[in-house]
């Protein structure tokens, strides 16, 4: 609009020397161009046309405003580079029953063993829908939920996770001494998990998050690796609730310490002493039921920052019960919908073609506003 105004008034005005840019015009009309009257106008029109210039400047750099869509159109905004990340309310809500379904077919079999979503990290993660139907509320959720989710958050692109805070989605729990060889524990000994070692991020970042998992119990450890300081942070305990945790738990600071050696980087403590790691129960709020322990670890993960952490309490406000159930099915589309995943495509086409027979409660509450 203004490329056009402007122009016309090149053909239209008089020229700075006075003269007509037009020739063969009248004398009539060149006099009125150059009379006052014309002239403010044109200086009106000349600040009408700037100020609608700047105004659709202004509306080109705003976002566009997304509108909340349902089945067919929300399908459309996950095949749209520009949509892509759009997860509506409803297609949460197909993703999480789509994935917690298992199939029984008329020979005897189940479609629960069939692998649904391929993470690809640094190596490839596999997912099976059993895994993902421990995300089905009052379920103990499964270690491969766990681990997805720290490779997903170490992938995310922002200061936490790229310059701060490192996950440790993988690890194995054994014993300073395999009863079975004899021998101490090396990391070389486990190639299963060595492919998920970020030796980068393990060795630079200040701040180790390491989710631990023993007969059905998670907690989460927490490393600062600047001031070899340990502590851990237990949904249930306060305190090691037996001696065989508290060997456990020596081992588990072991183990990410002969990681970190392993990648290039220092070990948290030197020779004997990294048998001896302790780290320290942190107060903090947790879980209110016997199975929603990997809710809060998974959340700690992306809230707890660090050096909060004083005098061995943690100020915390715990989830209720309907935001724990409303957790497992965030979960549930972030992993199946993260662009980590390869089979991505193939969980959208399929939770869309999910139909609704009435809104789930859960999807309903503001938590997911």
């Given at each position: 609009m203004m490329t056009q105004l402007?122009?016309?008034?090149?053909?239209?005005?008089?020229?700075?020397?006075?003269?007509?840019?037009?020739e063969g015009e009248s004398t009539q009309e060149?006099?009125?161009?150059?009379?006052?009257?014309?002239a403010n106008l044109i200086k009106e029109l000349e600040n009408l046309v700037q100020k609608i210039a700047s105004s659709a400047a202004k509306e080109e750099s705003k976002s566009p405003q997304i509108q909340r869509e349902t089945g067919r159109e929300s399908f459309g905004?996950?095949?749209?580079?520009?949509?892509?990340?759009?997860?509506?309310?409803?297609?949460?809500?197909k993703c999480y029953i789509w994935e917690t379904q298992v199939k029984t077919y008329t020979d005897g079999r189940t479609n629960e063993y069939d692998n649904v979503c391929t993470l690809i990290a640094q190596d490839k993660y596999i997912l099976t829908r059993i895994h993902l139907t421990s995300l089905q509320a009052g379920s103990y959720i499964e270690v491969?939920?766990?681990?997805?989710?720290?490779?997903?958050?170490?992938?995310?692109?922002?200061?936490?996770?790229?310059?701060?805070?490192m996950a440790i989605s993988k690890h194995p729990?054994?014993?300073?001494?395999?009863?079975?060889?004899?021998k101490e524990f090396r990391v070389a000994d486990y190639p299963s998990f060595i492919p998920f070692i970020d030796a980068k991020k393990l060795t630079s970042h200040p701040y180790i998050f390491a989710p631990v998992?023993?007969?059905?119990?998670?907690?989460?450890?927490?490393?600062?690796?600047?001031?070899?300081?340990?502590?851990?942070?237990?949904?249930?305990?306060?305190?090691?609730?037996?001696?065989?945790?508290?060997?456990?738990?020596?081992?588990?600071?072991?183990?990410?310490?002969?990681?970190?050696a392993y990648a290039g980087g220092e070990p948290l403590k030197k020779?004997?002493?990294?048998?001896?790691?302790?780290?320290?129960?942190?107060?903090?709020?947790?879980?209110?039921?016997?199975?929603?322990?990997?809710?809060?670890?998974?959340?700690?993960?992306?809230?707890?920052?660090?050096?909060?952490?004083k005098r061995g309490k943690y100020e915390w406000d715990n989830w209720k019960q309907d935001e724990v159930d409303h957790y497992r099915v965030e979960y549930a589309s972030r992993i199946l919908f993260s662009e980590m995943n390869k089979e991505r495509d193939q969980a959208i086409r399929a939770s869309n073609a999910i139909r609704l027979s009435k809104t789930s409660s859960v999807l309903l509450s503001h938590f997911v506003r």
């Open positions: 402007s122009s016309h008034r090149r053909h239209c005005c008089p020229d700075d020397d006075g003269t007509d840019s037009i060149a006099e009125r161009a150059k009379s006052p009257e014309t905004k996950f095949e749209t580079p520009a949509g892509k990340n759009q997860n509506t309310d409803d297609m949460k809500e491969e939920i766990v681990s997805a989710m720290c490779l997903i958050l170490n992938q995310k692109n922002d200061k936490r996770f790229q310059e701060q805070i729990n054994r014993e300073f001494i395999s009863p079975k060889t004899n998992c023993y007969s059905g119990h998670w907690w989460l450890w927490v490393i600062d690796t600047t001031k070899r300081r340990f502590h851990i942070l237990d949904p249930l305990h306060k305190k090691a609730p037996s001696d065989e945790r508290k060997q456990l738990n020596k081992f588990t600071g072991y183990i990410i310490s002969r990681m970190r020779d004997e002493k990294e048998k001896e790691i302790k780290a320290s129960y942190v107060n903090i709020s947790g879980q209110k039921s016997t199975y929603d322990c990997a809710i809060d670890v998974m959340k700690w993960l992306e809230l707890i920052e660090p050096e909060n952490i």
